[in-house]
């Protein structure tokens, strides 16, 4: 599904990513941790296409197309859907007139239905987008637009920061079942980058690999939970020892 | 420091720009605007289009009657419903003695050159009135129609509701497309009396070569309510107006809501003033105004509070989509009573980049994203209206913002 090779970026000229390598296949979910100013969000908005991050070396194959040069609105219609962590006010362009929208792209549907999935009401679709929601509104919000989108690859950031518990079970399941879940792995077609600080979120949504991003490079690569539960134990300072070492990219 | 002078004396220049030019009156003819009158908008075929821009129904569809002016001529002028009386100005002088209390009465003749020019040579106008008691939910129409070149159109309007009465109008000022250039001065005189409501949707559809000056003033007495809805998105050569409400009465009410989209070479020097005079009156001026190309806005508003508990909101926001538009806003709050709360936020700015991008990562295009963000920033919720009227403006902005984008 998604193929990055060898990718650098620079942001105003700085060296953000450097050299990181990334394979994320067909129905697989994948979980990206990282301190703060390990470059998760410039590793995001890369693969997304945002201007200003600029691959000075490498490539991003999505679906076997070089997506490298693409601007952000093909790669998303080549079936790409985020979820922002903190998504623009847009004052006047309503919630529900964008997921019917979205909606209409794949031939129609329940705008409504889908928010009722989310606990969202009806006045809250006629709601101008992202304006005074509150923390959990914007991971719903953000989660029924991907609902309508109904994408083949997923990018979360940071999907649990500022919910509380109880949404972040809901969020959890109907992304459980977004992600197709539920299905034997091999029925599986849909896959996920999470990008994630370290959260509740995991006690939710089984991922089936783990990476820690250090520096800019995926420092260590392993089963989610070993991973987790490495850096619930130790930190990521523990992943520094253990993996920091120039250029090596550890297995657990 | 040479420079400096020449930067302050530029600066001033464009500051002044659009109200200090005042327009040569005389280089417009009063002479060849007469038209026959008809019997049916329909008649008007050959016009379809500008009727429509301006929100005229030529099948009446859903009106409450409809009054049509062309040039210097009111070719047409029924009321469909018992209460309502629709009338060119000058019939109904002669048939109402009383309606000299009401000329000139709250738009004062000797204002300035084109309030004189009017009360010297007025060619007609509109006269609308809703009587005692009548609530006339159902819209009417009228039309001020600019259809031969050069012509000089000076027309006086009066629109009285009676006590307990309710009038809505759509009115569209409206120009043929054969027409290169044109003035229209409209003096606007608004009587809302005891529990009485007006709304009042004014879509201006000029062209590029037509020089507007409305002058209107709009008198509210004890618990009436008077709400303006104004759109314009087609250029104009230069519009300047200061609609001002009055709030004479305790707990009357006074809206008005703008949206400018302003493209061309159009000058516009456009505000609302609202006057605070009545007992817990209540004021709310609202506008969005856009340029792009070498527009330039002058956007005012003007909150003045003279009486106890009175409360009046004041909301301007820009969008600059180049860099060789202007847009000014200025905002103004007069309290002169101390039991008072006005307010207000003014800001003027681009379309952020972040929102477009958030929009393409949605899979929208650019030019997409842009086309959302502009038709949310516009789009402002139209209160008070009846349902009829609420879509007929829904749709009078959806199509002229089709039109320009």
């Given at each position: 599904m998604l193929e990055i090779q060898n990718l650098s970026v620079e942001v105003g000229g700085k060296r953000i990513l450097n050299d990181l390598n990334l394979h994320i296949g067909e129905g697989e979910v994948h979980v990206l941790f990282g301190a703060n100013g390990s470059g998760k969000t410039t590793l995001f908005l890369t693969i997304l296409g945002f201007p200003g991050y600029?691959?000075?070396?490498?490539?991003?194959?999505f679906k076997g197309v070089d997506i490298t040069e693409f601007n952000i609105t093909d790669r998303v219609k080549l079936g790409m859907g985020v979820s922002f962590q903190h998504p623009p006010e847009i004052r006047g362009v309503k919630l529900g007139d964008v997921v019917e929208q979205l909606l209409e792209r794949?031939?129609?549907?329940?705008?409504?239905?889908?928010a009722r999935k989310l606990n969202l009401s009806e006045e809250f679709l006629s709601r101008d987008l992202n304006l005074g929601f509150s923390?959990?509104?914007?991971?719903?919000?953000?989660?029924?637009?991907?609902l309508a989108q109904n994408p083949d690859f997923f990018m979360f950031d940071e999907p649990d920061s500022g919910v509380d518990v109880e949404n972040v079970e809901l969020l959890g399941g109907i992304t459980n079942e977004m992600l197709e879940r539920d299905r034997r792995p091999s029925k599986r077609q849909k896959s996920a980058l999470i990008i994630s600080h370290i959260g509740y979120i995991l006690n939710y949504i089984k991922a089936d690999r783990a990476h820690v991003l250090l520096d800019g490079r995926i420092a260590c690569s392993g089963m989610t939970e070993e991973i987790y539960n490495h850096i619930l134990n130790e930190g990521f300072e523990g992943c520094v020892a253990k993996c920091g070492k120039e250029g090596v990219r550890c297995e657990f | 420091m040479k420079g400096l002078k020449a930067v302050l004396?530029?600066?001033?220049?464009?500051v002044l720009g659009v109200s200090s030019e005042e327009v040569k009156i005389e280089s417009y003819r009063l002479k060849g605007g007469e038209h026959d009158s008809i019997s049916s908008l329909k008649e008007l075929d050959e016009y379809e289009g500008e009727l429509l821009a301006a929100g005229i129904d030529p099948e009446e569809k859903g009106r409450s009657g409809s009054f049509l002016q062309q040039d210097h001529s009111v070719v047409f002028a029924k009321s469909l419903i018992p209460g309502l009386e629709i009338l060119s100005t000058e019939e109904a002088i002669k048939k109402?003695?009383?309606?000299?209390?009401?000329?000139?009465?709250?738009?004062?003749?000797?204002?300035?050159i084109y309030t004189k020019e009017v009360a010297e040579r007025p060619t007609q106008g509109y006269f609308l009135r809703a009587e005692k008691g009548t609530k006339i939910t159902l819209p009417?129409?009228?039309?001020?129609?600019?259809?031969k070149d050069r012509i000089r159109q000076n027309v006086h309007n009066i629109v009285i509701a009676e006590e307990n009465s309710e009038l809505n109008i759509i009115t569209g000022c409206t120009v043929a497309h054969t027409v290169s250039e044109a003035l229209h001065l409209g003096i606007s005189e608004f009587y809302v009396k005891k529990?009485?409501?007006?709304?009042?949707?004014?879509?201006?559809?000029?062209?590029?070569?037509v020089d507007v000056r409305p002058r209107s003033a709009t008198l509210i007495e004890d618990n009436g309510v008077f709400i303006s809805n104004y759109i314009f998105m087609t250029p104009v050569k230069s519009l300047q107006m200061y609609p001002t409400a009055i709030c004479a009465g305790e707990n009357s009410r006074a809206s008005f809501q703008s949206i400018i989209y302003a493209h061309g070479n159009t000058n516009i020097d456009s505000g609302s003033r609202i006057v605070l005079q009545g007992k817990g009156s209540r004021g709310e001026i609202i506008s969005r105004a856009i340029a792009t190309d070498d527009a330039r806005i002058i956007a005012k508003g003007d909150l003045v509070g003279e009486a106890e508990n009175v409360r009046g909101h004041l909301e301007c926001r820009g969008l600059m989509l180049s860099d060789s538009s202007m847009i000014e806003s200025i905002p103004e709050l007069k309290a002169r009573r101390k039991n008072i709360d006005l307010s207000h936020e003014a800001a003027v700015g681009k379309i952020a980049e972040e929102e477009i991008r958030y929009l393409m990562a949605r899979g929208f295009?650019?030019?997409e994203a842009v086309g959302m963000i502009i038709r949310g920033f516009l789009s402002i919720d139209i209160k008070g209206l009846p349902e009829g009227l609420a879509r007929e403006t829904k749709k009078m902005f959806d199509m002229t913002l089709e039109k320009v984008m």
């Open positions: 600029n691959v000075v070396e490498g490539k991003i194959d794949r031939g129609g549907g329940d705008a409504k239905a889908l923390g959990g509104e914007v991971k719903r919000s953000e989660i029924l637009q991907l | 004396q530029n600066a001033e220049k464009k109402h003695s009383w309606l000299d209390e009401y000329l000139w009465n709250i738009v004062p003749a000797d204002k300035d009417l129409q009228s039309c001020l129609f600019i259809s529990n009485a409501k007006i709304t009042f949707t004014m879509v201006h559809n000029w062209s590029g070569g295009t650019e030019d």
